[in-house]
């Protein structure tokens, strides 16, 4: 195979891995067990490295208990926004005869 040939092809496939981790990159994906905290600077981090343990790690059965009894559950169809260093939560819910994803479509100016 010819050099330039073998450049062409890794070049691609760099391009179409780099394509592939970009589009992954818009999904938010907090995983089964793990608890996030909002800080005081508007960064959600992990809740475990804000109580003195390194990495990210699950909640043990105590954790999830208290959870369960305490926290309020988002709704499928919640919107999560975050402006400045405040986040906000809109349940999808009707407003001005319309459903809070249905405003949404017009929120955006992607051209």
């Not at 960064?43 to 343990?53: A, D, F, N, R």
């Amino acid at each position: 195979m010819s050099l330039i040939k073998s450049a062409l092809i890794g070049a691609a496939l760099t391009l179409a891995i780099a394509s592939g981790a970009s589009a992954q990159s818009n999904n938010v994906d907090v995983g089964d067990g793990i608890a996030m905290v909002i800080t005081g600077d508007g960064k959600m981090v992990p809740l475990s490295t804000q109580v003195g343990k390194k990495g990210t790690g699950k909640i043990n059965a105590k954790g999830h208990a208290m959870l369960m009894q305490h926290a309020t559950k988002l709704k499928a169809g919640t919107i999560i926004y975050r402006s400045g260093t405040s986040y906000y939560m809109l349940e999808n819910k009707k407003i001005d005869a319309d459903m809070a994803l249905d405003h949404a479509k017009g929120w955006y100016d992607f051209n």
